[in-house]
């Protein structure tokens, strides 16, 4: 082939300019990932369904969790139990707080869980055992029936709804800690047997006998207090780790404060459960006030232990205070008091009750701080200044006579004894009384209720987030596949790399499927879409390819179309016979010439015997007025493949064939010869030099470009003189573009319409 004829045909192709009313490639970019979307809308539309089935088997299966809730309320710490200054000094020093975030972290610690634990009895689980997967469902909608539902397809060992057991007492060795052991209704009347999972028997009895059995790894004790199930029901009773439990516990616990240091605790906990829920709430709270208050007590009872233990001392102080001011007086007679004695009296009792006092409090404070706190510093510098001012006062009592100096010291320490005895007695008093009535500084705010509907699942939201998943996994879908397919969907690559111009994009539509579909189930009628359904956008892309080639055949050397294309399935007889039939709606005499002697089905659109045909007519046993054969649609005849034979390559270089392509194209406005695939034989580069022009036929997004490139070369090789592309089924290939239902393709390559 020479070099200027291959330049040429390889020469850069010219590009179609841009839509009008598109900006840029950007533009162009959205619409063709619009138009990948709804290329595999029907894909979408099917997963999304599919999800939203499975969101809805799961609504129906899943176990609902509910939810309760309970406040309580954590007060402002309080003076010390004490009562004294103690309490006054430290919130001075330190302020006094909401202990919210510690009084959080109590009610999720384990003191608290654990009461929990003991009193709900969650180390012991007992259950009916249902069948998998829809078993638990289908038993939640007859729990409240009167007597247990008979078993479905007759599993009895199941529970279908209206069992019920509880099991206070389960003791177990350590080494069946968290194994489920096998609970077997005997009978209507309360009776069981125990077995381990394989069937091994532990023990038999009765409802509301406390029952011992061995195994293996030691003795088991269990109580059933009541037992409602069919003979045969199973249950699985197993005796839980207690750190297993404070985990789920802890796992299904939240706690936090409401609003900003409101002091307000909210306690929630989810569970399976209306009933349960709401009593695990109200035992937390129960657990969490009980505490509190003990701690309080107990406070208070440190501090009346050690005043008590002060009394005696003090009682003693004063009764020897007293002995010395008696012992005194007898011995000197009664005393006249100076008002400056009584004045300077006063004062030192003062200071040195203040001191004692002082005193006091800081060995009570030691026992909670140490010596470095902040508290215990205030308290030593409040001594040191009183025992400043004590010293100033001992020089004015040395002014004094001796009689009053005397006088003074005894009843100065018998007013100290006395003042301080005095005020601890009222103390104790008080400890006393806030012991016995101790309230603590919290208090519950609101009990839980139980929970009328389900926490989870919600309809609204596992559905929404069905068709929300069930879209994005469809798109996602048809994406992959997208960049998962080999094959050219894009006309314009072909344009860019061989110069070919795409005259039609003919897209897959619902007639040219139900078409085909009748065509293989062998039903006789008209199949041609362009007689039946003339609307349809599969014949309005023919018709726009109908106006190209008007122009193209000008530039031909005679009137005769081949169509040819890399591989078989590619649509050329729908294209070859629906093309003729609008060309010949339009007024024109037209032939469609089935050439394809080896596998050609044309007859099968006018529902007619393939012989008498093409082959018939060469090997001289039939003549040209029984091949060409009308149709329905007036103006458009068929020449069939007629008889198969054994040599389709060499019938068609038959002098007699290029006899028939000649008088049809002189008796005809058109004729369009459809041809076997160009890569598999070499029928199309036969028949093509008899043509004015060919066209390759390319199922969108079934090529690889190699495929394309290696037919073109071999036709233009042969001689064929290849004008231009035909995309077919555009669109059918999910993840392929489908051009936004036909409206891209249609303004962008029918550029004559």
Not at 69 to 94: F, H, P, R, T, Y
Not at 406 to 423: C, G, K, P
Not at 528 to 549: F, Y
Request: with cysteine.
């Amino acid at each position: 082939m020479p070099n200027d004829v291959i330049n040429e045909t390889l020469r850069p192709p010219v590009i179609a300019p841009p839509l009008a009313g598109v900006s840029g490639d950007e533009e162009v970019n959205l619409r063709h990932l619009f138009d990948l979307v709804a290329s595999g809308k029907w894909v979408i539309l099917g997963i999304t369904l599919a999800v939203l089935a499975l969101a809805s088997l799961y609504l129906v299966i899943a176990h609902p969790t509910y939810k309760a809730d309970g406040l309580v309320e954590v007060e402002e710490n309080q003076k010390s139990a004490a009562g004294g200054d103690l309490g006054e000094i430290s919130s001075m020093l330190l302020g006094t707080p909401v202990q919210t975030e510690a009084e959080i972290q109590i009610l999720k610690s384990r003191m608290v869980l654990d009461q929990v634990i003991e009193k709900m009895n969650l180390l012991v689980e007992a259950q009916p055992h249902y069948f998998p997967f829809i078993g638990h469902a289908y038993a939640r909608r007859h729990d409240d029936e009167v007597q247990p539902v008979d078993p479905l397809l007759g599993f009895k060992r199941y529970a279908w709804g209206g069992e019920h057991i509880e099991v206070p007492t389960l003791q177990v060795p350590d080494k069946l800690l968290g194994e489920r052991l096998v609970l077997h209704a005997t009978d209507g009347n309360g009776g069981f047997v125990l077995e381990y999972p394989r069937g091994t028997k532990i023990l038999e009895g009765t409802v509301g006998n406390a029952l011992t059995g061995q195994s293996e790894s030691g003795s088991i004790n269990i109580f059933v207090r009541d037992l409602k199930a069919r003979p045969g029901t199973e249950f699985y009773v197993t005796k839980l780790p207690r750190q297993r439990v404070l985990e789920q516990l802890s796992g299904a616990l939240t706690v936090r404060e409401q609003g900003k240091q409101s002091g307000v605790i909210a306690i929630s906990v989810k569970g399976r459960s209306a009933e349960f829920v709401a009593k695990v709430v109200n035992s937390i709270e129960d657990a969490y006030l009980r505490q509190n208050v003990e701690r309080r007590s107990a406070e208070a009872q440190r501090s009346l232990e050690f005043l008590e233990k002060q009394l005696p001392q003090l009682k003693d102080q004063v009764n020897t205070a007293q002995t010395r001011l008696n012992a005194y007086q007898l011995q000197h007679g009664s005393v006249d008091v100076t008002k400056e004695t009584t004045m300077v009296l006063q004062h030192s009792v003062e200071l040195e009750t203040g001191r004692l006092q002082l005193e006091q409090q800081r060995e009570e404070a030691i026992q909670r701080f140490t010596p470095q706190h902040p508290v215990v510093k205030a308290l030593d510098q409040q001594i040191q200044s009183i025992q400043a001012e004590q010293e100033k006062q001992k020089g004015q009592a040395e002014r004094l006579p001796n009689t009053q100096q005397e006088i003074f010291s005894l009843m100065r320490d018998l007013d100290v004894a006395n003042q301080l005895y005095t005020d601890l007695m009222n103390t104790v008093q008080q400890l006393q009384v806030a012991k016995a009535g101790t309230v603590g500084n919290v208090r519950i705010v609101d009990y839980a209720l139980e929970p009328r509907e389900a926490f989870s699942p919600q309809l609204l939201l596992v559905l929404s987030a069905g068709l929300f998943i069930g879209i994005l996994l469809g798109i996602g879908c048809v994406i992959t596949q997208r960049a998962l397919l080999r094959g050219v969907d894009d006309p314009t690559e072909v344009e860019t790399r061989l110069g070919l111009t795409a005259y039609a994009a003919i897209p897959y539509t619902v007639g040219q499927r139900q078409l085909t579909q009748r065509m293989a189930r062998g039903e006789l009628g008209n199949h041609i879409l362009a007689a039946t359904a003339s609307q349809d956008l599969a014949i309005e892309a023919l018709r726009s390819l109908r106006n190209s080639l008007h122009f193209l055949w000008l530039e031909s050397s005679n009137n005769v179309v081949m169509l040819t294309g890399p591989a078989p399935g590619l649509g050329k007889s729908f294209v070859a016979v629906n093309l003729g039939a609008v060309l010949a709606l339009s007024g024109k005499r037209v032939v469609v010439v089935d050439a394809d002697l080896r596998r050609g089905h044309m007859h099968k659109y006018a529902s007619m015997e393939a012989a008498p045909g093409i082959s018939d007519y060469v090997v001289g046993d039939a003549d040209e007025n029984a091949v060409i054969k009308p149709t329905v649609v007036e103006g458009l005849m068929l020449v069939t493949n007629g008889t198969t034979p054994p040599n389709p390559a060499e019938l068609l270089l038959h002098e007699r064939f290029a006899k028939l392509v000649s008088h049809l194209s002189a008796n005809f406005d058109y004729v369009i010869i459809d041809t076997p695939p160009s890569l598999m034989v070499a029928d199309a580069a036969i028949v093509g030099r008899m043509a004015g022009c060919a066209l390759l036929v390319l199922k969108s997004a079934e090529h690889p470009m190699r495929e394309i490139e290696e037919t073109y070369r071999r036709l233009i090789q042969a001689g064929v003189k290849v004008r231009g592309t035909i995309f077919n089924q555009v669109g059918y290939r999910v993840g392929s573009y489908g051009y936004g239902g036909y409206g891209y393709s249609y303004n962008r390559y029918y550029k004559y319409e």
